[in-house]
């Protein structure tokens, strides 16, 4: 049986600092987005502006860490309730 608790606070820490590594590179190499769109994502689309701020950075760490938390979540209660 899975620990639920300590899965979700791992995947936390993990998708928290995936999520800070990506939104640096993205400042730092603003052209790394395109080259993400079109390779990892297949699809080529004209992101506008860009628009890094303090508010799109805690935003998103929210938003990504309750993706995270969601999928996390679904697979431990499916590993639970799966038997071998």
């Known amino acids: ?13 993990w998708i928290s600092a995936v999520y800070v590594i990506c939104f640096t590179g993205v400042a730092l190499f603003p052209g790394i987005r395109f080259g993400f769109m079109m390779y990892a994502l297949h699809t080529d689309l004209d992101v506008g502006r860009n628009v890094l701020t303090f508010g799109t ?5 929210v938003i990504w860490n309750i993706i995270a938390f969601l999928g996390v979540w679904l697979f431990a209660v499916l590993f639970n309730l799966i038997k071998k």
């Open 1 to 13: 049986m899975i620990n639920t608790m300590h899965l979700l606070k791992v995947s936390a820490a």
């Open 57 to 61: 950075f805690l935003s998103g760490l």
